[in-house]
């Protein structure tokens, strides 16, 4: 049995923040209904493209959706409404992640539905919030690295500023909102009274700096970009370049640092008096960069892998092509396969959680509308 069977969750959601998170909650069991609109062909990534699995169904789509079923209501027409609200009733929350104005003018906060279910909760992700001056403004993951000062500080320092290479503000966001919605949850389990959890792409992303943030607000400090994606106060913690490719190398502590030296069996570097304490490499950045570059060179990134491991905390820089084909992926069982009807061998990357040693099983979402006999059936017990 998964940990949250017999949980339902309303989610009238699109494209990432909202799926990603509330795929979490289908994976662990709970039966997650995504309410879509007919009428624009359900939720938009259906649609994303190069790879489609037949009509309104894509891998990209896929990716965030697993163990969902699909009902298509149009939340403006009075029949389906109707039917929205029999759903309701029987649900434990409902979830969207629309422009923080919708939900009040669509009447699918708690405001609105405690009539039907007093214990029902409603999770809002939105771009900017509710109730501020930019609750009706549209925004995107990208928007919010940049705004937050995330942009800034990614990339080099000589380059322009750079964004993630995944959508990562839209995974933290819905993953934060679900974290709210199983507090609110158990709150509503203990006294009888629900309410709304709100969540915001924007606070998301400001909350990620961190303790860049945090040196800011109490210091004045203005963090900046470092090469190499290097740590702003720790080192040698940053990429070097080895014989045929990169590795990143953290040196936390002190005894990582002489391990590494061990290693390197330089005694040049260990004479070396500007890199005798963390302060003092620190101060030196630039010139050690240079030095370990040098030592690193001489071998190909396996002689360093193989020589470090276990010693101190090193990786390869992989391509996403060299990530997904690394041993350690199918050890650990990171890729699952999924049976779908227009695609035997769907392969998915696997849920990271796991439940007693194993890992949670996934089936691909339901085609658009399928599940419609949900709307039909008669009213059940919320949890």
């Avoid at 792409?201 to 400001?206: E, K, N, P, Q, S």
């Avoid at 909350?207 to 970009?225: D, I, K, P």
């Avoid at 439940?355 to 017990?381: N, V």
């Amino acid at each position: 049995m998964k940990p949250l069977e017999g949980l339902r969750i309303l989610s009238l959601e699109q494209f990432a923040a909202g799926p990603y998170g509330s795929m979490f909650l289908a994976d662990m069991g709970a039966e997650v209904i995504k309410i879509e609109n007919k009428a624009i062909g359900g939720d938009p990534s259906r649609h994303i493209g190069p790879y489609h699995l037949g009509e309104a169904d894509s891998l990209f789509f896929q990716g965030w959706n697993t163990n969902k079923r699909s009902v298509v209501l149009d939340m403006k027409a009075a029949e389906d409404r109707k039917v929205f609200e029999s759903l309701v009733a029987g649900a434990d929350a409902v979830v969207n992640n629309l422009r923080g104005d919708q939900p009040e003018k669509l009447s699918i906060d708690y405001k609105s539905l405690k009539h039907l279910n007093p214990k029902l909760v409603c999770l809002h992700i939105s771009a900017y919030g509710r109730n501020n001056s930019r609750e009706a403004w549209p925004g995107y993951d990208f928007l919010m690295q940049a705004e937050s000062g995330l942009m800034d500080l990614t990339g080099d320092p000589s380059g322009a500023p750079t964004r993630f290479g995944a959508s990562v503000i839209d995974y933290m966001t819905g993953i934060t909102g679900m974290v709210g919605l199983l507090g609110k949850l158990r709150s509503a389990e203990r006294t009888g009274i629900g309410g709304d959890v709100d969540v915001s792409l924007f606070d998301v992303a400001l909350h990620q700096l961190g303790y860049a943030g945090t040196w800011y607000l109490n210091e004045g400090f203005v963090s900046g970009r470092v090469p190499r994606g290097a740590h702003l106060s720790v080192t040698p913690v940053q990429t070097f370049q080895a014989a045929d490719g990169w590795i990143y190398v953290m040196c936390m502590t002190e005894r990582f640092w002489v391990s590494l030296l061990e290693v390197l069996s330089s005694q040049a570097l260990r004479a070396d008096e500007r890199f005798q304490s963390q302060s003092l490499r620190l101060a030196n950045r630039d010139v050690l960069t240079v030095a370990l570059d040098n030592e690193f060179k001489k071998q190909p990134v396996v002689h360093w892998l193989n020589a470090l491991r276990g010693v101190l905390p090193i990786a390869p820089v992989l391509n996403l092509k060299q990530a997904l084909d690394n041993p350690f992926v199918e050890e650990v069982g990171m890729i699952s396969q999924v049976p779908h009807p227009r695609k035997d061998d769907l392969k998915l990357l696997a849920n990271p959680l796991k439940f007693d040693g194993e890992r949670l099983s996934q089936q691909p979402c339901s085609p658009l509308g399928a599940d419609q006999s949900i709307s039909q059936a008669p009213s059940r017990q919320a949890a």
